[in-house]
C-alpha cells in the first residue's frame, strides 16, 4: 500500500526557510515525479514543484527563485526548502505522487499545516 | 486568480445530476489531458478521474469527465450525501511549464 507522510515544523518566523520531507512506503521511486502542492487557508491548490525520479525539477515559475525540491532514494525520502518565506507563505502543504501529467496525481500524504509568524 | 476557471459553488438534491465545468486555454486543456480530485476538509485530495475520462481502480462510475476544446465537465449523478466536497480541476500548462489547478468548486447536497 503507497503511504506518503509529511513531517517538519509547523512554524516557521518570517524571512527563514521552510523545510519539509516527505517519507514514502509502498512504492518504488522509479518512473514517478514527486510533487509539493499548498493549500493557503480559505483558497485553493498551488502547485509548488516536482522532482523526477532522474533528478530532473521543475517548480512554479512564481516560486522559481525560493523552492528547491530534493529526491532521497536512500531515505525514501523527498524534501521541499522554501528561503525567505512571509506569512503568505502559511499553508497546508501536501506531498504527492505522479506518473505523468494525464495520469495525475495518484497518492497524496495527508498534508501539513505550515504557519508563518513572529 | 487561477490559471482554470471553475464556479464557486453548485448543489443538488440526493439522486440529482451535477456537472461542474472546468474552463482554460489553449496552452492547458486544450492540448493537456485534464485530472480531478476531490477533496474532503482535513483529508487528502483524492484523484477522482484522470487523462479527461478515465476512472481510477474504486470510484464510482456515477463520476465521469468529458473534455471539448479548452473546457472540461465533471459529472456526479445519483448524487450522494457523501459526494458533498470540494472539487478541483488540473492540467499541465506548456506556456507556464507547470501544473495548475482551478480555483475549485464546493459542492453542497441540499
Known amino acids: 500500500q503507497v503511504h506518503l507522510q509529511e513531517s517538519g515544523p509547523g512554524l516557521v518566523k518570517p524571512s527563514e526557510t521552510l523545510s519539509l520531507t516527505c517519507t514514502v512506503s509502498?512504492?518504488?521511486?522509479?518512473?514517478?515525479?514527486w510533487s509539493w502542492i499548498r493549500q493557503p487557508p480559505e483558497k485553493g491548490l498551488e502547485w509548488i514543484g516536482y522532482?523526477?525520479?532522474?533528478?530532473?525539477?521543475n517548480y512554479n515559475p512564481s516560486l522559481k527563485s525560493r523552492v528547491t525540491i530534493s529526491l532521497d532514494t536512500s531515505k525514501n525520502q523527498f524534501s521541499l526548502k522554501m528561503t525567505s518565506v512571509t506569512v503568505a507563505d502559511t499553508a497546508v502543504y501536501y506531498c504527492?505522487?505522479?506518473?505523468?501529467?494525464?495520469?495525475?496525481?495518484?497518492?497524496w500524504g495527508q498534508g501539513t499545516l505550515v504557519t508563518v509568524s513572529s | 486568480q487561477s490559471v482554470l476557471t471553475q464556479p464557486p459553488s453548485a448543489s443538488g438534491t440526493p439522486g440529482q445530476r451535477v456537472t461542474i465545468s472546468c474552463s482554460g486555454s489553449?496552452?492547458?486543456?486544450?492540448?493537456?489531458?485534464v485530472n480531478w480530485y476531490q477533496h474532503l476538509p482535513g483529508t487528502a485530495p483524492k484523484l477522482l478521474i484522470y487523462?479527461?475520462?478515465q476512472r481510477p481502480s474504486g470510484v464510482p462510475d456515477r463520476f465521469s469527465g468529458s473534455k471539448s476544446g479548452t473546457s472540461a465537465s465533471l459529472a456526479i449523478s445519483g448524487l450522494q450525501s457523501e459526494d458533498e466536497a470540494v472539487y478541483y480541476c488540473?492540467?499541465?500548462?506548456?506556456?507556464?511549464?507547470?501544473?495548475?489547478f482551478g480555483g475549485g468548486t464546493k459542492l453542497t447536497v441540499l
Open positions: 504527492a505522487r505522479e506518473y505523468s501529467s494525464s495520469s495525475g496525481l495518484d497518492y
Open positions: 509502498g512504492t518504488s521511486f522509479t518512473n514517478y515525479y
Open positions: 522532482i523526477h525520479y532522474s533528478g530532473n525539477t
Open positions: 489553449s496552452s492547458n486543456i486544450g492540448r493537456n489531458a
Open positions: 487523462d479527461n475520462h
Open positions: 488540473e492540467a499541465w500548462d506548456g506556456s507556464l511549464n507547470g501544473q495548475v
